[in-house]
């Protein structure tokens, strides 16, 4: 294989893909031309999201070439392949072939090629043409079926039906049916005169249009064919009385807007009885009536229509009358009296009733008899019958009237009074108040039995126990009372046993002097008391209560209380109560000292002690300058961190009777602090010496007060006896003291 090898450098434009075009001359180059399902290699058509596919074709291949389809430049992922389309061995040319890729989800414009290499031929490549994608709308087909003449037909009416379709292409196609068989042909008409009612005429249509979507559309047409039958039915009564009126009336089917009629009896015509309705007085028995009628509508089979014959049956007229009366009828009766009334019929066959009050239906008296109560004075009863004999004219009639005399009635009544709560073996009146009673009786009960000789309008009566019921009986003449007896409301006897007040007197018979005293007063048998207090059998001005609050006593002083009792037979009434005498108590005067060291150590700890006198069982409360010290409470108080000029106190409060003031202060205890010194000693003396040699040594204290003491130690432990300033004499040894 001759190949011309090229070499090119970057180009400010584009340009050199052309050039390059131009001089590749390898000896054996293939190439590759796509195109779609039309053939052509420039442009290719596809409805929305539809699928197409696209047809490769090598032409002059070597052994192997590899391929790969491209969309808008961009390799679509997986859809490189190779294929064997030369001939063995490679350097062999003219091999051909094809290959195919589907493409979907394409967009207008998109432009698909393919890129083609030989890896046998010094990897030569190629890239075919480029194939334009267009895509159109997807549309939708209809046709709409529509007919002449339109609306409702009459039967037999030939009928010529048009589809007209949308979208349906240069030559789309027709398929007419009727009621879903196939009828016509591929045309845009269909005639039919043999059609019925409810007859479905439809069309299909198949387009040719392209991205149509549904492939087929459909059209209908329900006709609506009228076919009629005239007819009139006549109705009215088939009896009736001689000399009434009666009314036939015409009733059309399928007559049109403008029916006529002609009514005939016993087949002859009737002058001037050519409406729906025909009214006559005249007839005799067993004359037939019958009517004609002509009709205007369309589509019916026939212009007359004759109607059914009504034969009369003819009687002779009755006239029915009704008079009622009542059981009290002219009488005066009372209110709420019940009465009956009775209907009598003459010509009423089997009549109905409605009973009347003052020309008002009375709700539901439909009967021949009616009774009532609850009338007023001047009432009117009356009855309307309605009667069902035969030619009853009229058949509905009034009764004569009942006017009724209604007396009100009146309710007697009657109250009794007297004092139901009497103490015992008291006398009691009790007194009848009537009402409605006219001239009435009594009789006075007790316990629901019958007083002996109780018969007045009083009654006066003793020994009374407590739940014994009084009552009395009245019977009343006065005209209409209702109940003419009753009995009155009853009187409860509560017996009050006769009592015996009392009053005892509480309060501090020891007070002490000058003190506050209350005096409390605790009544028995004494109601709503009132009071007055006594000191040494005298009234205390202004002390009428059941408390009182005095001062001033003196010892043997008696207080009593005076109490009236308003208790219901309370005996004796007023009474006294026992006395109180007095014992006063002088009055002492606490007080309280403190004691302690107030010339402490810094940070020392102190105790302060308190002295109560008259302080019975005190309680306390320390102080430091003033403030309570928080819980020093006791009768001592220790505390540490005093500051001189500190001040130190104690508040005793007394428990002992009648101390005045019930708490004192003590005298201040005022703190001097001395500062802590720290005491030291250094011993003195020789260190060495001959064995068996005496050695002296010395303390020197500092800070050791005036006479402090010592303990010598040899080697830590005390030596015994050796306290004072200088030892014993030792043999070397090493000595050591401590300062106390």
Not at 28 to 51: E, H, L
Not at 180 to 188: E, L
Not at 196 to 208: E, K
Request: proline share 6%; with cysteine; net charge neutral.
């Amino acid at each position: 294989m001759n190949t011309v090898h090229l070499h090119f450098q970057k180009l400010l434009r584009p340009v050199f893909i052309v050039i390059a075009m131009i001089l590749s001359v390898s000896a054996n180059a293939c190439y590759v031309n796509i195109a779609g399902p039309n053939g052509s290699a420039s442009r290719d058509t596809v409805c929305a999201n539809g699928s197409i596919t696209i047809t490769g074709v090598i032409i002059d291949a070597s052994y192997q070439v590899n391929y790969q389809w491209k969309k808008n430049g961009v390799a679509i992922t997986g859809t490189g392949s190779s294929g064997s389309f030369g001939s063995n061995p490679p350097n062999a040319v003219g091999g051909n072939g094809t290959f195919t890729y589907t493409f979907s989800g394409l967009v207008n414009g998109d432009q698909i090629t393919c890129f083609i290499s030989e890896p046998y031929s010094n990897n030569y490549t190629y890239t075919g043409n480029t194939l334009n994608i267009y895509v159109p709308a997807n549309v939708t087909p209809s046709v709409a079926v529509s007919a002449s003449p339109t609306g409702t037909i009459c039967f037999g009416t030939s009928v010529v039906f048009t589809a007209t379709p949308t979208n349906g292409g240069t030559s789309p196609t027709y398929q007419w049916k009727k009621n879903g068989t196939n009828v016509g042909t591929n045309s845009t008409h269909y005639t039919d005169a043999t059609l019925h009612n409810g007859d479905i005429v439809s069309c299909t249509l198949t387009p040719t249009s392209i991205c149509v979507s549904p492939s087929t559309a459909t059209g209908s047409y329900t006709a609506v064919v009228n076919s009629v039958t005239p007819s009139v039915v006549i109705a009215g009564a088939s009896s009736s009385c001689s000399g009434t009126s009666v009314t036939f009336t015409a009733t059309p089917t399928n007559g049109g807007t403008t029916p006529t009629y002609q009514w005939k009896k016993n087949g002859t015509t009737i002058s001037g009885a050519t409406s729906n309705t025909y009214t006559t007085s005249s007839l005799v028995n067993n004359d037939a009536i019958s009517c004609i009628m002509t009709g205007n509508a369309a589509c019916a089979t026939t212009a007359t229509a004759t109607s059914n014959t009504i034969t009369e049956t003819i009687t002779t007229t009755v006239t029915p009358s009704v008079s009622i009366t009542g059981s009290n009828a002219g009488a005066s009766i009372c209110a709420n009296t019940s009465v009956l009334f009775t209907a009598t019929p003459t010509n009423g066959g089997t009549p109905t009733y409605q009973w009347q009050k003052n020309n008002s239906p009375i709700s539901g008296a439909t009967g021949s008899t009616y009774t009532a109560s609850g009338f007023s004075n001047s009432d009117v009863i009356t009855v309307v019958m309605t009667s069902t004999a035969t030619c009853a004219i009229p058949n509905q009639v009034t009764s004569n009237g009942i006017t009724l005399t209604v007396n009100p009635t009146v309710t007697p009544s009657v109250t009794i009074t007297g004092n139901a709560t009497p103490c015992a073996n008291a006398s009691v009146t009790f007194t009848a108040h009537p009402t409605n009673g006219g001239t009435p009786t009594y009789q006075w009960q007790k316990n629901g039995s019958s007083i002996s000789g109780a018969t007045g309008s009083a009654y006066t009566g003793s020994g009374f126990s407590s739940s014994d019921v009084i009552t009395v009986v009245m019977t009343s003449t006065a005209t209409c009372a209702t109940p003419n007896q009753v009995t009155s409301n009853g009187i409860t006897m509560t017996v009050t046993p006769n009592v015996t007040p009392s009053v005892s007197i509480s309060g501090n018979a020891t007070p002490c002097a000058n003190a506050s005293v209350t005096f409390t007063a605790t009544p028995i048998n004494g109601g709503t008391p009132t009071y007055q207090w006594k000191k040494n059998g005298s009234s205390i001005s202004g002390a009428t209560g059941s408390t009182y609050n005095g001062t001033g006593f003196s010892t043997n002083d008696v207080i009593t209380v005076a109490m009236t009792s308003t208790a219901t037979c309370a005996t004796p009434n007023p009474v006294t109560s026992s006395g109180i005498t007095m014992t006063v108590t002088p009055n002492v005067t606490p007080s309280v000292s403190i004691s302690g060291n107030a010339t402490p150590c810094a940070n020392a700890s102190v105790t302060f002690t308190a002295v109560p006198t008259n302080g019975g069982t005190p309680t306390y409360q320390w102080q430091k300058n003033g403030s309570s010290i928080s819980g020093a409470t006791g009768s001592t108080y220790n505390g540490t961190g005093f500051s001189t000029n500190d001040v130190i106190t104690v508040v005793m409060t007394s428990t002992a009777a009648c101390a005045t003031p019930t708490s004192a202060t003590s005298n201040g205890i005022t703190m001097t602090v001395t500062p802590n010194v720290t005491p030291t000693v250094s011993v003195t003396g020789s260190s060495a010496t001959c064995s068996g040699s005496p050695l002296t040594f010395t303390a020197v204290p500092t800070n050791g007060g005036a006479t402090p003491t010592y303990q010598w130690q040899k080697n830590g432990s005390s030596v015994s006896g050796a306290t004072g300033s200088t030892p014993e004499d030792f043999r070397k040894q090493t000595l050591g003291t401590t300062l106390k």
